[in-house]
Nanobody, 120 residues
Framework: QVHLVESGGGLVPPGGSLRLSCTAS????????FGWYRQAPGKQRELVST???????YYTDSVKGRFTISRDNAEKSVFLQMNSLKPEDTAVYYC??????????????WGQGTQVTVSS
């Protein structure tokens, strides 16, 4: 089972940017889908973005045009570039990895989460 570790969270003012990283413990060539989720206090976990083989991506409406997901197999990592951040983006962000593509996605591994706080 691949283990995932997120990093890159922090405190930024509205309009700022952060780049989240999710690094795997081993080769990610067998990982067909990565996802980023977020969960704010008192709120349900929501899917933010996914990336599958051949670069097809998905973004939830609230982050379209602001967030970009990418992966680098050599670095064994998936990234989430977050621009024009808003206070409502404040949450713990989690990455997830799956070896098969299903609806809904089946996640084989989860990271521990990284805190993103957008506040002035």
């Amino acid at each position: 089972q691949v283990h995932l570790v997120e990093s890159g969270g922090g405190l930024v003012p509205p309009g700022g940017s952060l780049r989240l990283s999710c690094t795997a413990s081993e080769s990610i060539f067998s990982i067909n889908i990565f996802g980023w989720y977020r969960q704010a206090p008192g709120k349900q976990r929501e899917l933010v973005s996914t990336i599958i083989n051949f670069g097809i991506t998905y973004y939830t409406d609230s982050v379209k045009g602001r967030f970009t997901i990418s992966r680098d197999n050599a670095e064994k990592s998936v990234f989430l570039q977050m621009n024009s951040l808003k206070p409502e983006d404040t949450a713990v962000y989690y990455c997830a990895a799956g070896r098969s593509i299903t609806t809904p996605p089946h996640w084989d591994s989860w990271g521990q989460g990284t805190q993103v706080t957008v506040s002035s």
